[in-house]
């Protein structure tokens, strides 16, 4: 079982940039395919990025490629969204998640198994 804990969250201007980081428990968290996902109030968790087990191969939602960046260390068991160039649509609950998915390009199809808490990032206008 992984445990998932999300930090960075934070109210900022839109232009600005805030750093995710996802910390997961365990020894096997090189063995993981990572995501992130965020929901908005009033709709439905979409799907943001995913990054392979050992970083080579990234996957981002059309909506913030050329603005988001996931990465990962694996020697700290701590995955990254770095987010710049931020809008208010990217206003939502940020979660990163693990767990049942092979390849980063799958995140966006499979829901993962484990999933953090989520962080509150809101992007003022």
């Known amino acids: 079982q992984v445990q998932l804990v999300e930090s960075g969250g934070g109210l900022v201007q839109a232009g600005g940039s805030l750093r995710l980081s996802c910390a997961a428990s365990g020894r096997t968290f090189s063995t993981y395919v990572m995501g992130w996902f965020r929901q908005a109030p009033g709709k439905e968790r979409e799907f943001v990025a995913a990054?392979?087990?050992?970083?080579?191969?990234?996957h981002y939602v059309d909506s913030v490629k050329g603005r988001f960046t996931i990465s990962r260390d694996n020697a700290k068991n701590t995955a990254y969204l770095q987010m710049n160039s931020l809008k208010p649509d990217d206003t939502a609950v940020y979660y990163c998640?693990?767990?049942?998915?092979?390849?980063?390009?799958?995140?966006?199809?499979?829901?993962?198994?484990?999933w953090g808490p989520g962080t509150q990032v809101t992007v003022s206008s």
């Open positions: 990054i392979s087990r050992r970083g080579s191969s990234t």
């Open positions: 998640a693990t767990g049942s998915v092979g390849t980063a390009q799958g995140m966006a199809r499979y829901s993962p198994r484990y």
